[in-house]
């Protein structure tokens, strides 16, 4: 969810940030930061905490990385993932108040909300007047040819080499490839979109890094004007 002013105007990449909790650390987001354009902090449902949320602001400031929110379901035992069944009423109540408790952080570091990350593309919660729904494309994750997203399993984990070959076919020619290997069109039709990572990979360093060298490549045949 964006607003109407802060749409996407070249390919982005935004990877999910501050999701340990406590003095449980969750991926390396010292280094992650210098690869990203957008930091989709926890908001502690799924992950994070106060301190984590101010320590994740300070960073994506620091680095003059864009700030957004990532509320999540109510799971810290499963880190969000687990299947739960929730009233749309009360989902949209749970991420009104994650988004104000980083909006209030923000806010104190006098940073601006970049936008709210979507929970798996659900169009209809943010559907309100002065606001952007922006679709996320996956590239460390698997989808099946349905475009579901496939679970997170040591089976399932996308090659380095696959991030940078994914990244470059989304942006091309909007078109991925399934759990099966099959071509997958995406359907943004010249939308605007973001690509999204997972800071809770192992490999989560090394994909952005090959995400970024191929974003860049893009940006730069794409949108040579745009900064």
């Not at 880190?79 to 988004?99: C, E, H, L, S, W």
């Not at 943010?126 to 994750?141: E, N, R, S, V, W």
Request: charged share 25%.
């Amino acid at each position: 969810m964006a607003n109407n002013t802060n749409l996407v105007q070249k390919v982005e990449i935004n990877c999910d940030m501050g999701e340990g909790f406590g003095k449980w650390k969750m991926g390396p987001d010292e280094e992650l930061i210098k690869f990203i354009d957008v930091a989709n902090i926890t908001c502690g449902f799924h992950a994070g905490d106060p301190k984590i949320m101010l320590q994740t602001v300070r960073l994506a400031k620091k680095n003059g990385v864009k700030a957004g929110a990532h509320p999540g379901l109510q799971d810290l035992l499963g880190f969000g993932r687990g299947p739960m069944v929730i009233d749309p009423a009360k989902m949209f109540a749970m991420i009104i108040y994650q988004v104000g408790a980083l909006r209030a952080i923000l806010d104190f570091e006098n940073v601006p909300v970049y936008r709210t990350k979507g929970l798996d593309n659900k169009k209809a919660i943010y559907d309100k007047p002065g606001l952007m729904f922006i679709k996320k494309a996956y590239i460390d994750i698997l989808y099946t040819k349905e475009k579901k997203l496939v679970p997170i399993s040591p089976d399932t984990m996308v090659s380095i080499e696959d991030i940078y070959k994914k990244t470059l076919s989304i942006g091309r020619s909007d078109t991925t490839t399934d759990k099966d290997g099959q071509d997958l069109k995406l359907g943004f039709s010249g939308a605007p979109f973001s690509i999204c990572l997972h800071s809770d990979m192992p490999t989560a360093l090394e994909n952005a890094k090959a995400c970024r060298k191929a974003v860049d490549e893009l940006n730069a045949n794409k949108f040579p004007t745009v900064g």
